[in-house]
């Protein structure tokens, strides 16, 4: 892109990337908003010089010079949020999905292609991406193991070790420059959906491969599914390869929603963190909770353990929305056990400390006070007990804090 290395674009802040990064050709071509291209085919007359340019992607991956061949090849609306993205999260690179999970199983056939089926990975993982593991859905066998055990899980034709941080539904944290270190020379993929690179930024601490739910924090409006690994450009090649193989394609569409997503992140992140901050602290003095879990980056991600029947607090939330998924402008409350980590085996769940009674809470942009106002009404609605939870609630104050949980072990 003219212009884009020259020293005054080479350090600008994260805020300023944020809405800028991927459009830096606009003014130029005299527009502001970035164009939509819809194409599928794209014409050309010099089949000679096509030729050579499929042939040099099937070398390395690389984009082909001028415009795509095919839109399974690449796609000039994704390629802007795929450049943005990656200027974020300061890696060369980075290739746009369908689909996180759409991004996993990419990266897993680059290594099982490459002879490398064996991934080393951490506890707890988002759950798709545990299943996508212990089933061994693309032929990988995994070796679940805590951070300090990596270095000995490491066999000849491990291809991959995988951690999430702050992990999907338990906020729990992993050192990833020490993650990195005991890694070697096999790539460390940190799915970092839920920092985002706002709050961290991976492969400043050495992992080769920063995977995201575009879905969640980087579309942000609840309205676009994508998926998209950054990375140095020779992975991102082999990424864009099995990219056009096997078809897990961004629409463009979704890659304009998430260009315009991304410009706002920041702002939204911090926002957002700043009321989950509070909600956080009111929860961890509120006896009618357990334990409550946030990280120490912060973000927008609450878990907590309660007392009574998690299933009580779903059914009470009138303005916080009883959904899964994460990272939107409003503020969404799930059960994890039931929900985004069923999927998991029941024991492999709770040893991976996703507790039967936490929940998860992915905080928005509303006002703090209003937020509270319905987490505190849903939270008595456990305490009342089941069996009345239909009934007209008793007035507040009446209500014991040590409730019988009868429910809650399901
Ligand atoms: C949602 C999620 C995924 C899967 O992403 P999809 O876009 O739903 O395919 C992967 N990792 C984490 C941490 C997630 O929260």
């Known amino acids: 892109m003219p212009g884009y290395d020259d020293a005054r674009t080479a350090s600008r802040a994260l805020a300023t990337e944020a809405v800028h990064a991927g459009r830096d050709d606009l003014a130029r071509q005299g527009l502001h908003a970035p164009p939509i291209d819809l194409s599928t085919t794209y014409p050309s007359y010099d089949s000679r010089g096509e030729a050579a340019r499929i042939d040099a992607f099937a070398t390395t991956g ?3 010079d001028g ?40 990266v897993l056939l680059v290594r099982s292609s490459m002879g490398l089926r064996h991934v080393v990975a951490v506890r707890p993982l988002y759950g798709c991406s545990d299943h996508l593991l212990t089933a061994g859905l693309l032929g990988s066998e995994v070796t679940w193991t805590d951070p300090a055990g990596i270095a000995d899980a490491l066999r000849p034709d491990t291809g991959l070790v995988m951690v999430e941080s702050p992990a999907n539904p338990t906020l729990a944290e992993v050192d990833l420059r020490a993650v990195a270190h005991a890694c070697g020379s096999v790539p460390l993929l940190a799915d970092n959906t839920f920092a985002t690179p706002v709050l961290q930024r991976p492969a400043e601490h050495g992992a080769r491969l920063v995977l995201h739910s575009a879905t969640k924090y980087l579309g942000g409006h609840g309205d676009v599914m994508a998926g998209v690994v950054a990375c140095d450009e ?20 979704a890659g304009y929603l998430l260009l315009r997503g991304l410009s706002t992140l920041p702002v939204r992140v911090r926002a957002a963190s700043a009321t989950a901050a509070e909600l956080a602290r009111r929860l961890a003095a509120d006896p009618r909770v357990a334990r409550v879990h946030y990280p120490r980056i912060g973000g927008a991600m609450i878990a907590f353990e309660i007392h009574g ?102």
């Open 62 to 64: 690389a984009e082909p």
């Open 309 to 410: 029947d998690p299933h009580e607090v779903i059914a009470g939330v009138r303005l916080i929305t009883p959904a899964v998924s994460l990272g939107s402008v409003d503020t969404l409350i799930q059960h994890p056990a039931s929900i985004s980590h069923r999927i998991v085996d029941a024991d492999d769940r709770r040893d991976a400390g996703v507790s039967d009674r936490l929940l998860r809470m992915s905080v928005g942009l509303e006002d703090v006070e209003d937020l509270w106002a319905d987490l505190d009404g849903a939270l008595e609605r456990p305490v009342r007990g089941a069996g009345q939870c239909r009934q007209a609630a008793p007035p507040r104050g009446a209500t014991s804090h040590n409730a019988p949980a009868a429910a809650g072990a399901q």
């Open 67 to 106: 415009p795509p061949v095919y839109g399974r090849l690449g796609n000039p609306t994704v390629g802007r949020f795929e450049t943005a993205l990656a200027k974020l999260e300061g890696t060369e690179a980075a290739v746009a999905f369908a689909s996180g999970m759409a991004a996993l199983s990419a």
């Open 234 to 253: 020779e992975f991102a090649g082999r990424l864009r390869q099995i990219r056009f193989a096997t078809g897990g394609v961004l629409h463009p569409l």
